[in-house]
């Protein structure tokens, strides 16, 4: 296989720790891990413990260009590891593959991640995540739409309902055409 990162070396197999399976490129030293090879790994060693003691150093040259799966060559999901960091790994879904740059290892122990690499790019993590960045997309749309001062009165005001008992008749009496009248 050939690095698509680096698009220099070539990715010869290897062993991380000499405990799990890997791919490792011979320029760039990253290394490409499929996640069947992890997860079988783990059941095999559960009490296994990485040393978090590592010497790796925030370099703050994590790339930012998108990357191509080395075994499908589609184009790899970026994943952030946690909020203590900038850097963020790449995940092919289609190959159910993680790509760590050189150093990223070396992250994730320092992180305490190593002992659940596949818990890192889980659904339930994946999720939640989504959950912020539409939470933070949808916050975007109403300043632009409300403007900054009815944004703030109009949720304080939501929050406000939302503590009201009578909240559903409120709600009723602000979305009636005319509250006095009879007819709907
Ligand atoms: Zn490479």
Known sequence: M????????????SFIEGQFRAHTCTSCKGNWILIEDYVS???????????????????GTDSKKALLCPSTG?????FKISSATEHRIDYSANAGGLWLDAGEWELLKKEGLAGSLNSVISQHWQNKIREQSAKDNFADIYLEKFGAENYTKIKEFRQWLDKQEQKADL???ILAEDPYSAEK
Do not use: H
């Open 2 to 13: 050939d690095c698509t990162s680096c698009n220099v070396g070539s990715l010869e197999p």
């Open 41 to 59: 790994w783990k059941e095999r060693n559960p009490e296994y413990q990485f040393s978090e003691q590592c010497s790796f150093q925030e370099d």
């Open 74 to 78: 589609t184009i790899m999901r970026k």
């Open 171 to 173: 709600r009723a009496y």
